[in-house]
């Protein structure tokens, strides 16, 4: 017992198979041990400029404004909005999961104007399709999920949608939380303006910053605009001038968080980009052939299935939550439950980071056959 009266307990060690956090490599948690240092220290300004070239390899981009936010995924996305928008302007959210819905809603709190295109759970948008709704009005930006955490499909042809988005004068946001660092995100050559991601999923450090980075033609309208942005927190201007020569003074930075995402960086590059998305779809293969001989077979068409998140169909008969439970009492193992409208008739297991190694995949199925036949 301790002087508050609860039990002290240690925290479990799990193995982190849901839709993130994944698991964090010992080097990781190494690194986040170091005591840390002040937020204007010599030594962690210079290791902002490592963070920075490493995030510009991950993001495959040279984009001067790379930099990681203090913050979850949702402040890269808070970021990202409102950095952009003013009140007043035009705004198209292609919907296809719940994230998209929440971009909506973001955009709808700046006070931008916002239309919707939306696909069902599990499905992805034609490039034809998205043109057609740019060309209807004049907007300023075009929101869309690379990677739809809550379905597990992988929006394709990015490259066309932000070619198509210039076209009409529109700059592309995307969502690359669950796609950066697990799948190619190519910033540059696809020519997206906006991206932003969180460092708890593929990129395999806890939870807490927002990789983002932005093109030289958003930097610009950011520069242009003609109202401030409304938050202070997560104004890019003033990230800018802390991580770069003035070092202006904007928030306490957790130096134990940047330890662990230049860490966990560090990991990726040392085995290379392609090499871990080559990793990380060989076991999200391993999954799906044994999911279907579970009878759990992949809610996602195979062209366009994300390999970090898989949406698995719980058998006929099977009570999908009793199971999630039994999992994480029984084996130690989380994954998650459906979202939405699939909440019942799907599982989300995600093999991200240093949680997509094979032996999780054999654990993970011969845990889930036991219970399935028990
Ligand atoms: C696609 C996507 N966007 C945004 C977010 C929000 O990130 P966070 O929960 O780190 O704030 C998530 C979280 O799972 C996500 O999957």
Redesign the pocket.
């Known amino acids: 017992m301790t002087m508050t009266g609860f039990p002290d307990l240690n925290a479990p060690s799990r193995v982190l198979l849901g839709?993130?956090p994944s698991m964090v490599h010992p080097r990781v948690l190494r690194a986040m041990m170091a005591p840390p240092v002040g937020h204007l220290d010599p030594y962690l300004l210079h290791l902002y400029q490592e963070e920075q070239s490493l995030l510009r390899y991950v993001f495959q981009t040279r984009n001067a404004w790379t930099f990681a936010l203090s913050g979850?995924?949702?402040?890269g996305?808070e970021a990202a909005l409102a950095n952009l928008i003013e009140p007043g302007d035009a705004v198209l959210v292609a919907i296809h999961g719940y994230?998209g819905e929440?971009m909506a809603e973001i955009a709808a709190g700046l006070g931008a104007e916002v239309d919707r295109i939306q696909r069902a759970p599990g499905e992805i948008f034609t490039v034809e399709e998205i043109a057609s709704a740019l060309a209807r009005r004049r907007y300023k930006l075009l929101a869309l999920?690379h990677?739809?955490?809550?379905t597990g499909a992988e929006q394709l042809h990015i490259a066309e949608i932000a070619a198509a988005a210039h076209q009409h004068g529109a700059l592309l946001v995307l969502?690359t939380?669950?796609s950066l660092g697990g799948i190619p995100v190519k910033v540059d050559e696809w020519d997206v303006d906006v991206a932003y991601s969180?460092s708890?999923?593929n990129l395999g450090a806890p939870?807490g910053l927002?990789p983002i980075t932005v093109s030289e033609r958003a930097r610009q309208v950011i520069e242009r605009r003609k109202t401030p942005v409304v938050s202070f927190y997560l104004d890019l201007k003033r990230y800018a001038a802390y991580w770069g020569e003035a070092h202006a003074y904007h928030h306490t930075a957790s130096a134990s968080l940047h330890y662990a995402l230049r860490e966990a960086l560090r990991l990726v590059a040392e085995e290379g980009l392609e090499q871990v998305f080559a990793r990380t779809r060989a076991h999200a293969e391993l999954l799906w052939q044994g999911l279907e001989e579970l009878g759990a077979s992949p809610f996602v068409p195979l062209e366009y299935r994300l390999p970090p998140l898989t949406t698995a169909r719980v058998p006929q008969g099977v009570d999908a939550h009793r199971l999630r439970l039994r999992l994480l009492e029984e084996y130690n193992i989380e994954i998650a439950a459906g979202f939405g409208a699939l909440r019942d008739t799907v599982w989300r297991i995600g093999l991200m980071g240093y949680s997509s190694r094979r032996e999780n995949v054999t654990l993970l199925l011969a845990a889930m056959r036991e219970l399935l036949h028990n």
């Open positions: 839709p993130g979850t995924g949702t402040s996305m994230f929440r999920v990677a739809e955490t809550s969502d939380v669950t969180a708890q999923k939870s927002a």
